[in-house]
């Protein structure tokens, strides 16, 4: 079964630390690895998309890394800011297997980032 | 600024009536999307459209409906015999299928509650 498992559920970290966000994937066939943030009440936010052949891909404060093998990605948020406060979003993309355009995401729960003063 | 409206942001449904969402982009993406968000879960997709006058079935199809006769347009009925319709609706676009390369770009949704 295609499935999208991040961990953990929600975090709470103090402003100026690090922290990491798990992604644990069991789609095939892979074609691309998505990293969104939500803030509370608004829409999603592209914060990376990675493909097969990438390992690390950051964005400002933010760094994605993808094991193609292990089928494992982490998001890892340096010297949080308040405004990091948000659900961040993992998805992954299936490509068909006969190679076409046609395909299908799966969307991860998401994890509940909250950064206290 | 290029991006997606959705409209109204908050919208109340009394029992038998069919509602409609709107959702308008200015990217000129071919590709549209629906999406349901209930807490503690992941999205879900609703219907999609990869060109005009064209969509399909997403994994939760059924109580909804879906037209695009403008390319910049897709807008969302909820019908009557959704039943538990209470729930964020997203709107997406993006300049090729979902599953390619490009990211989609969101909305900031409808909050859709039961009267």
């Known amino acids: 079964k295609n499935q999208v498992e991040q961990s953990p559920q929600s975090l709470i970290i103090l402003e100026g630390k690090n922290c990491t966000l798990q992604c644990n994937y069991t789609v095939s066939p892979f074609s691309n690895l998505r990293w969104y943030k939500q803030d509370t009440g608004r829409g999603p936010v592209s914060l990376t998309i990675m493909t097969f052949s990438e390992n690390t891909k950051s964005n400002g404060r933010y760094t994605a890394t993808l094991d193609a093998d292990t089928k494992q990605s982490s998001l890892h948020i340096t010297a949080s800011q308040l405004s990091d406060s948000a659900s961040y979003i993992c998805?992954?993309?299936?490509?068909?297997?006969?190679?076409?355009?046609?395909?299908?995401?799966?969307f991860g729960k998401g994890t509940k980032l909250s950064v206290k003063p | 600024d290029g991006g997606i409206t959705q409209s109204p942001k908050y919208l109340f449904r009394k029992e038998g009536q069919n509602v409609t969402l709107s959702c308008e982009q200015n990217l000129n993406h071919d590709a549209m999307y629906w999406y349901r968000q209930d807490p503690g879960q992941g999205l879900r997709l609703i219907y999609y459209?990869?060109?005009?006058?064209?969509?399909q079935k997403g994994d939760i199809a059924e109580g909804y409906s879906v037209s695009r006769e403008k390319k910049e347009s897709f807008p969302l009925t909820v019908t009557s015999a959704q039943k538990n319709p209470t729930a964020f609706y997203l709107c997406?676009?993006?300049?090729?299928?979902?599953?390619?390369?490009?990211?989609?770009?969101f909305g900031d949704g409808t909050r859709l509650s039961i009267l």
């Open positions: 998805v992954v993309s299936q490509r068909r297997y006969y190679g076409g355009s046609q395909g299908n995401l799966i």
């Open positions: 997406a676009s993006s300049n090729e299928g979902a599953w390619g390369n490009q990211p989609q770009h």
């Open positions: 459209s990869q060109i005009v006058n064209d969509f």
